[in-house]
């Protein structure tokens, strides 16, 4: 009856105990071990009598029609059980449902289920009281096992569901529970959830985004799909309005905004908001045509606008929802007042918008505007000589100290009949119309009680819009700003080798073997996966283990010698897979919430058809042959280079390489890594992203250029969203601060986004090939902490250091072998990565490089500093052991002035590492850490 009416049968089931009265107990007493609250089983392994006998209950189960398992107490279970019995199941049924309630368990007893094949696992948001920031790690920890499930009303209880109550569980899970009878009145508002639930469907496939920072007075949470909009729950106090620029700041790209400036909640303190995809900035072309403005007077002078980039020759790097500060220096001789407007647009509208610009101090004058959209904006400066303002100014002066203003008062009335009479075809009718207006009340008052009315505040607004604009000059041309996507600030990024995916070193990784791994990674925390090069690989040249000559039959070779007879660029290394596969692998990937990056590699194997194709793209030399690539002192016997000024390579060459990367934005990918861009030429870079990003504002570029400081910085203003750096060779505590002021307090802030990598296939560092365990710990939490952006290459949660003798080079590399990794290895830091990674979601003052402050320590073996987002609303501490061998214990000196507090008052904080709040008392406290158990204090700070 229940599958006639299209409804599905979930039974509960508690597989490790009965009662200890159950007659099993007695058939098989062997398979028990008896407690205060039942017997439980012995389950010991996925091949036993236990698991066996289960198995047989659950596919008798299944024949007699039930669909599903709501597995009590799933923790309590091995994960290998739970493999073997779900995966037996599904093989029955493929679309039998497993649920697992973990409520209540420990954090590493929920992540041990990850990948046993649950399909939702329950999560504890009907305890939420709407404050706790507890809520974001049970939806991260419960996330990573499988799609959220969740619960109206706390088990047992037996009273009816809020209102409130309902929402949040309809959103919040995946899969919804109903577990409470509702209220007559309620029957309609489910109908509803239900019915948006439907209409969504697609969206709650998807993991829920907590939106909002912690301790915010909204909470907000959001399902959304990349360009095609999505869905949002607002929880506040009743009837409290959500202004739409708090949904732009933490909604960034995937609002596409409503056009309404404030938002109603219920009278439950709820809105469920539907969104739309955002309208992306599409560019027709890289000549922007300036404005025209006519410097009418060069009394005034518009100096040290910011920001900028070398006076607007690059533009600006922000993040859709950023606010954009604007200052500039003013000046203008004599005792003439001025005014100013900050004007800005997005460069596919027409109009300018407008605000007006305050003095701040010296000269210096300031506004600010929000980027809501994905692409180029642009903006500029008006100012102007105000004469009327300059007349209040003075007359106001001199009526205060008695002086005769009876002249000064005809002269205010010339000033508003020249208003007056031209303003009509410049301002508009209703703004002609309020000067005449006044211009009327003026002339109806007696000569000496004009003043009051020529010097209200009303007035002075009034004459500021409509007064033609004396001596007006404009900066020109506008100045521009890039507004990327989120993650070109924020991201974690795990890099692997796909071909090394299978478990066995002789086998042949597939893009489906990365698809089994997406849940490892997901746990993690990482949202980006980044693959070096998947095209075919040379066979001429080709290297053997650890980079020799002579390679056996069997040796992969490196796929960084791209081309072969397969093909080159766009094709793909026959063993990983088709691109059937590979576009499975791209939805696979972000239906866990990971984005793809691939590696462009402008190089080619010697038997690369493009050499055979295109010859006239290479340098030959006399004997006919081509110069292999060198880095000295290492040699790539297998590479040869293209030349890109060749006669015949300009500019074919450069066309075929802008589209190798758009044939791969067709595929689905949206971030380049791009190989040593600082040996190709830089002009190419800045056509080539700028064709590219024309078209697909969101796709970004990430430069691998250990280079000189000025290369790189140069590499990013021509487009490079993200780029490499050298942390990962600042050891100490002064190269760490010096590197950092350097990134955040100078020109770089502007435009270059570190990414702080602490290994790559290329680079083990020596640091980490001796400092065990400990420094692998200091490390990631020194990248995870310092920067927006950080990344590990498979291996570096297993503390693998192993290297070649006196080189920063892996032994056994993957750059030229197949490895089989053991992702239990004992001594991971698996969870210590999870958890770095959950501190970054949750406190947006990790989420970019910016906003440090380096604060006093008495021991320079601790680097001791503070991370703060824009308007302070949230606040880290970071102490972190720069030594992996010994204890260090320094002095620290919390910034209690940073809160407005003396040096003897509280400061409350939240242990982000170890789980646990306490209060500071007093400015001065001791900190000891030990690198064997954990390097780094990480504290949440409030007032």
């Keep these: 009856m229940a599958h006639a009416r299209d409804l599905s049968i979930v039974l509960d089931i508690c597989i490790d105990r009965v009662s200890p009265s159950a007659p099993l107990t007695n058939e098989h007493p062997d398979w028990f071990v008896h407690a205060d609250d039942g017997a439980a089983f012995r389950l010991l392994s996925d091949t036993d009598a236990v698991t066996d006998w289960w198995d047989e209950r659950i596919a008798l189960w299944q024949s007699l029609g039930i669909d599903g398992f709501r597995c009590d107490s799933a923790h309590r279970v091995p994960a290998m059980i739970w493999a073997r019995l779900i995966g037996a199941a599904k093989r029955r049924n493929l679309n039998c449902c497993f649920i697992a309630d973990c409520l209540g368990a420990a954090p590493h007893a929920i992540a041990a289920l990850a990948g046993c094949g649950f399909d939702y696992a329950l ?22 096992i499988a799609a959220i499930g969740t619960l109206t009303v706390p088990t047992g209880d037996a009273r009816p569901p809020s209102d409130r109550a309902i929402t949040l569980a309809s959103f919040v899970g995946n899969l919804w529970l109903l577990n409470a009878k509702p209220q007559v009145s309620q029957m309609e508002q489910i109908r509803r959830l239900n019915v948006r639930r439907q209409q969504h469907r697609v969206l709650f496939q998807t993991p829920v985004v907590l939106r909002s920072p912690p301790a915010a007075s909204i909470t907000l949470f959001a399902r959304v799909a990349s360009g095609s909009g ?27 905004g409503t056009g309404a400036s404030v938002h109603q909640t219920d009278e439950t303190g709820t809105l469920i908001l539907d969104i739309t995809a955002p309208r992306v900035i599409r560019r027709k072309g890289n000549t922007l045509t300036p404005a025209k403005v006519a410097v009418k007077a060069p009394r005034i002078a518009i100096e040290a606008v910011s920001p900028s980039i070398e006076a607007g020759r690059f533009p600006v790097k922000r993040t859709v929802g950023d606010w954009i500060n604007v200052e500039a220096d003013l000046i203008c001789d004599g005792h003439g007042r001025l005014a100013a407007d900050l004007l800005w647009r997005a460069v596919d509208d027409a109009d300018w918008q407008r605000a007006p610009m305050a003095l701040v101090v010296n000269d210096r004058w300031a506004a600010q505007f929000q980027v809501k959209r994905l692409g180029r904006y642009e903006f500029t400066i008006e100012a102007w000589i105000d004469r009327f303002g300059a007349f209040v100014d003075e007359v106001a002066k001199k009526s205060a100290a008695g002086v005769p203003v009876g002249l000064e008062l005809v002269e205010g009335m010339h000033l508003v009949e020249a208003t007056a009479a031209g303003s009509a ?29 020529l010097i209200a505040p009303a007035t002075t607004a009034l004459m500021r819009d409509a007064e033609h604009r004396h001596a007006l000059l404009r900066v020109d041309p506008p100045l521009p700003i890039d507004a990327e996507r989120t993650s070109a600030r924020f991201a974690s990024w795990y890099e692997l080798f796909p071909r090394s995916q299978s ?38 040249n080709r290297k053997g283990r ?86 000295p002192p290492k040699k790539y ?36 890594r791009v190989d040593n861009p600082h040996t190709k030429p830089l002009p190419f870079w800045e056509w080539m992203i700028g064709d590219i990003r024309s078209r697909n504002p969101e796709v970004m570029f990430l430069a691998e250029a250990f280079t000189k400081p000025k290369l790189m910085y140069r590499l990013a203003k021509l487009g490079f969203s993200q780029s490499y750096t ?32 602490v290994n790559t296939p290329d680079i083990n560092p020596l640091f980490l090939q001796s400092s065990g365990r400990p420094g692998f710990l200091l490390r990631a939490a020194l990248a995870a902490t310092l920067s927006g952006l950080w990344g590990v290459y498979n291996g570096f949660e297993l503390c693998e250091a192993a290297g070649l003798p006196g080189r920063e080079e892996y032994l056994d590399s993957e750059k030229y072998q197949i490895r089989a990794w053991d ?121």
């Excluded at 119309?433 to 003026?442: F, H, I, R, T």
């Excluded at 050298?726 to 002021?741: D, H, I, P, S």
């Design 425 to 453: 075809n410049r301002i508009g009718q209703a703004s002609a119309a309020a000067v005449n207006d006044l211009l009327a009340a003026l002339r109806d008052q007696p000569e000496t009680e004009r003043l009051p009315l």
């Design 637 to 672: 016997e297998d590479i040869v280079n293209v030349d890109f000024y060749a006669e015949g390579a300009m500019p074919s060459l450069w066309v075929a390489l802008r589209d190798v990367v758009a044939f791969w934005v067709k595929q689905g990918v949206r971030i380049f």
């Design 123 to 144: 999560s504890s948001s009907c305890w939420w009281d709407g404050i706790g920031s507890w809520i974001a790690d049970d939806l991260d920890r419960v996330g990573a």
């Design 503 to 540: 478990g066995s070193e002789t086998r042949h990784g597939t893009f489906d073997d990365v698809i089994s791994q997406l849940p490892r990674i997901r746990a993690m925390g990482f949202d980006v996966l980044y693959f070096p090069p998947i095209h075919p690989i040379g066979r001429r």
């Design 546 to 631: 650890n980079n020799s000559l002579t390679p056996s039959e069997t040796d992969p070779g490196s796929p960084y010698a791209i081309g072969s007879v397969e093909g080159g660029h766009t094709t793909l290394h026959p063993e990983l897979g088709n691109f059937d596969d590979f576009r499975r692998l791209i939805d696979a990937a972000a239906s866990q919430g990971i984005e793809i990056a691939l590696d462009f590699a402008i190089q080619c194997a010697p038997d690369h058809p493009w050499l055979r194709e295109h010859p006239e793209w290479f340098n030959w030399r006399p004997d006919g042959t081509i110069r292999y690539a060198e880095n």
């Design 230 to 256: 999505g869905i949002v729950l607002a929880l506040t106090s009743p009837g409290e309005p959500i202004p739409e620029s708090v949904l732009v700041t933490w909604l960034g790209e995937a609002f596409g």
């Design 726 to 757: 050298y942390f990962t060779w600042r050891n100490t505590a002064e190269e760490l601060r010096a590197y950092m002021v350097e990134l955040t307090t100078m020109a770089p802030r502007e435009f270059f986004r570190p990414h702080f990598f």
């Design 823 to 943: 992702h239990d290895r004992p001594g991971n830091i698996i969870a210590e990565i999870t958890a770095l990674n959950r501190m970054r979601r949750q406190n947006p003052a990790l989420q970019s490089h910016l906003g440090i402050t380096f604060l006093p320590c008495s021991n320079e073996q601790v680097l001791f500093f503070e991370k703060a987002n824009a308007d302070r609303s949230n606040v880290v501490l970071a102490a972190i052991s720069l030594d992996p061998f010994n204890l260090q214990t320094a002095e620290i000196e919390l910034p209690l002035w940073r809160f407005g507090l003396a040096d003897d008052a509280d400061l409350h904080a939240e242990d982000l590492a170890r789980d646990f709040a306490f209060v500071w008392h007093g400015k001065r406290q001791i900190v000891s850490l030990d690198p064997h158990e954990l390097p780094y204090c990480i504290w949440r700070v409030r007032a």
